[in-house]
């Protein structure tokens, strides 16, 4: 009797009928398989703030209209983070921060713009970050601003010293990662 052996060009190909694949060996699975990609961008939420903020404070406050709400997919998945933040104020530094949620920070930005007459007149603030939540829950991001003088105006959108003179429009996107 002659023995047939199989290669991969005689390989064969089909697909397993649901009802043969136990639900328990599927709900064993702890970590995907190295074939299935990760690093794909899934979804996609941003918030573009288009009017000004202004504080006079030292104390951090958040900046209306500039956080945004996702919902992870997945607890093992990342989110990007990318933050133009358009600002000036009284006396330098611009300074900004980036939030998950009410009190985890996740960066902290100063810019010294300064101009002839020692005030800052206006800059373009930058953040990104890759952060892991660790959650399928609604997680929100959100952008802070506080003045470093009590007192003197930390404006974004606008230059501090002449009203509502348009410098830019903020934007915060938030990305999720297939992780």
Do not use: H
Request: net charge negative; charged share 10%; proline share 3%.
């Amino acid at each position: 009797m002659a023995i047939t052996r199989l290669g991969g060009a005689n390989a064969i190909t089909g697909t397993i009928p649901q009802g043969n694949i136990a639900n328990a060996s599927l709900g064993a699975v702890t970590a995907l398989p190295a074939a299935i990609p990760t690093g794909k961008v899934l979804q996609v939420v941003s918030a573009n703030k288009t009017n000004s903020f202004t504080t006079t404070s030292t104390a951090f406050s958040d900046v209306t209209g500039l956080s945004v709400s996702i919902t992870p997919s997945s607890s093992s998945n990342k989110i990007l983070i990318l933050v133009t933040l358009y600002m000036s104020a009284e006396a330098s530094p611009l300074q900004a921060k980036l939030f998950r949620g009410e009190s985890t920070e996740l960066q902290f930005v100063q810019d010294y713009a300064v101009a002839a007459n020692d005030y800052a007149t206006g800059s373009s603030v930058n953040m990104s970050i890759l952060d892991t939540p660790s959650t399928t829950s609604a997680t929100t991001y959100k952008v802070q601003i506080a003045s470093s003088n009590n007192g003197n105006n930390a404006k974004v959108n606008g230059r501090w010293d002449s009203g509502s003179a348009d410098i830019g429009d903020s934007t915060i996107t938030v990305m999720e990662i297939a992780g």
